[in-house]
């Protein structure tokens, strides 16, 4: 889900980057402003990068360890034991 947000709002924050960079490219005649919104748009997804990368380390560490750390992390929330569907078998199982 975070990823999502993420992913979007960079979207949405590019493509504003852009048309300022039109209008700037187009005031100025030259291609400064649009190296300058290049550069923003490449800190952008590589803080996006970031973001994400920080948060799937954290989920799969948490999804990888004993029941007891799941209680510490979440205590009122999931429990590997809520996590099996059922008919789907035990997802601790494959791997």
Do not use: K
Not at 31 to 54: C, F, K, Y
Request: proline share 7%; glycine share 10%.
């Amino acid at each position: 889900m975070r990823s999502a947000w993420v992913c979007t709002r960079n979207d949405v924050l590019g493509n504003l980057a852009v048309l300022l960079a039109a209008v700037g490219v187009f005031g100025t005649g030259t291609g400064w402003p649009d190296v300058i919104v290049a550069t923003i748009m490449a800190g952008l997804a590589l803080q996006g990068a970031w973001i994400v990368l920080r948060q799937s380390r954290h989920e799969l560490r948490i999804a990888a360890s004993p029941p007891d750390v799941w209680r510490a992390a979440w205590p009122d929330g999931p429990r590997p034991e809520r996590l099996v569907i059922e008919g789907a078998g035990d997802p601790r199982e494959d791997y």
